[in-house]
């Protein structure tokens, strides 16, 4: 599944304020969030835990399973994710900020 935005539409189009840079990566970083989310449920088998628990912490949060979930994000988000991210960045949280971050250069570093 690739990562996209949906568009909403309103039958009162000009009551709708455009949105911000700021609003727009506010939803990128919580729709990121929503991505790991489902990774780490897919790979851990459970939901049981929250944005803040370190990925180590949680039941079946083996280095085996940290790879398996970098496997399904690259594939997600169309990016070659060194696994390095989730050992380095434990928490849910912290793992979207970094792929978001890491992303951002990328795309920098392919532009020059």
């Known amino acids: ?8 539409t309103s039958d009162v189009e000009e009551n709708v304020m455009p949105e911000t840079s ?16 489902r990774a780490w449920e897919e790979v851990l088998g459970h939901a049981d835990f929250t944005d ?3 990925f180590f912490d949680l039941a079946g949060g ?3 399973t940290a790879v398996q979930v970098m496997v ?7 990016l070659k994710l060194p696994v390095r991210l989730i050992m380095r960045h434990r928490s849910l949280t912290e793992l979207a900020s970094a792929i978001s971050l890491f992303a951002l250069k990328s795309t920098v570093g392919s532009e020059q």
């Open 1 to 8: 599944m690739a990562l996209t935005c949906p568009h909403f």
């Open 22 to 37: 700021q609003q727009s990566e506010s939803h990128s970083a919580d729709e990121l969030r929503l991505v790991v989310r």
């Open 52 to 54: 803040e628990d370190g």
């Open 62 to 64: 083996y280095s085996l």
């Open 72 to 78: 399904v994000l690259s594939d997600e988000l169309n």
